[in-house]
């Protein structure tokens, strides 16, 4: 009993994460298993005791073990209970891929995770997920996948990551394990990257206002410096403008309630109360101009529905007198009051685009590292249309 409590103290669910209970378990007993902290042979605790030590179900703990029992990590037998049938293989055997994110209660990445787990699985290998919520997490959790032996990592970093998690991936590399960065890529490690053409997108995006008769365009996004997709979004923008013989503005940033920039891009958790504060700063950013901009582009969704908030607070009407446009095509950018025209990201595609690449390393290709961009589509709904009058030059500040 007492051997049993113990293999039972090492599992801890999250109730208030956006990943499902049962994904959180089997993502728990299978990592204790790979790392061989429970043996091949081993007898683990019943449906009735994990139900018991982790206030869930016995359906949630059920449908958690027939994935292990699928996986042939497990084998249950009436009468005598269930236990451990998978056996290590040695590094150059190693069927497990690593698979990090962030913010997985975006839409966007619970796609990514199934696209990239169905075509990892079809050629054989289990994929260990992980959700790091901070950067202490991200770095603990590169180093478990170290210890469990992985052969491959597909990682959607942090924005800033820590120099810990700088070193520890460095440590991939002299391992040669072969690492696919997603959306954002890392300087100094080499590695293959897949990212949805961000430049393009926001090209297309304001492109799509200036055939409309748009001419003061200004770009609001989140106060983060340095990150890939937002800079390559940036610069989709400086083309189109300045193509046409458009100014380029100098961007609107907006900071989060409790810090001076953005530790991440994804601002889900400022929907809500916390949202207004973020409508404060846009409204004083209108308020700041002489002449306002006939159109707002923003960085992405969720910041393009509280922008569109914002306007109208202060009596902005959208698309009348102000358009604006996201970027992502999340699910809630149809179905707001004014439906978000927008770019869609094929979430699908990047998932199995960084599990082929994967699979191409871990089947012998040395060339180079790879970009691989996937390509994007434009929305075109309600929140666009074109200016009612021709606004003069606007004044930033």
Aim: glycine share 6%; net charge negative.
């Amino acid at each position: 009993m007492v051997f049993m409590r113990d293999k039972l103290d090492k599992i801890r669910l999250d109730h208030n994460s956006y990943i499902s209970l049962h994904v959180q378990l089997h993502n728990q007993l299978r990592r204790l298993i790979v790392s061989e902290r429970w043996r091949h042979g081993e007898r683990i605790p019943t449906e009735t005791q994990l139900a018991r030590h982790l206030d869930i179900s016995r359906t949630t703990v059920r449908i958690a073990l027939q994935r292990l029992e699928v996986e042939s990590m497990i084998k249950r037998t009436a009468g005598r209970g269930t236990f451990v049938t998978w056996q290590p293989q040695g590094q150059s055997g190693s069927r497990s891929i690593g698979y990090i994110t962030h913010s997985f209660h975006n839409e966007i990445h619970n796609i990514l995770l199934g696209s990239a787990e169905t075509e990892l699985r079809s050629a054989g290998y289990q994929v260990i997920f992980s959700n790091a919520t901070t950067l202490a997490e991200e770095a603990t959790i590169l180093e478990q996948l170290l210890e469990e032996n992985i052969a491959g990592l597909i990682i959607w970093a942090s924005a800033q990551p820590a120099e810990e998690t700088f070193s520890i991936l460095q440590e991939y590399q002299r391992r040669a394990i072969p690492i696919v960065f997603l959306d954002r890529s890392m300087d100094g490690i080499e590695a293959d990257y897949v990212a949805s053409d961000n430049f393009g997108g926001a090209y297309d995006l304001i492109a799509h206002l200036i055939a409309l008769g748009h001419e003061n365009i200004v770009q609001l996004m989140p106060n983060i410096d340095g990150l890939r997709s937002i800079d390559e979004r940036h610069r989709g923008y400086v083309a189109a403008v300045t193509e046409r013989g458009l100014p380029a503005y100098a961007p609107w940033k907006v900071n989060p309630p409790e810090r001076q920039e953005f530790h991440e891009t994804d601002i889900y958790s400022l929907v809500g109360e916390k949202s207004e504060q973020i409508i404060k700063q846009v409204v004083a950013l209108m308020n700041a101009v002489e002449t306002k901009p006939t159109a707002i582009a923003c960085i992405n969704d969720i910041l393009a529905i509280i922008t569109i908030s914002a306007l109208q607070e202060i009596g902005i009407k959208v698309p009348d007198e102000v358009s604006v446009v996201g970027f992502d095509d999340i699910s809630l950018a149809s179905h707001i009051g004014v439906p978000l025209t927008t770019v869609s990201q094929d979430a699908y595609e990047l998932g199995k685009s960084a599990s082929k690449i994967l699979l191409e390393r871990l089947g012998g290709d040395q060339s180079p590292p790879r970009c691989y961009t996937v390509p994007t589509r434009l929305r075109i709904r309600a929140s666009t249309a074109a200016p009612l009058v021709d606004a003069g030059s606007i004044v930033l500040t």
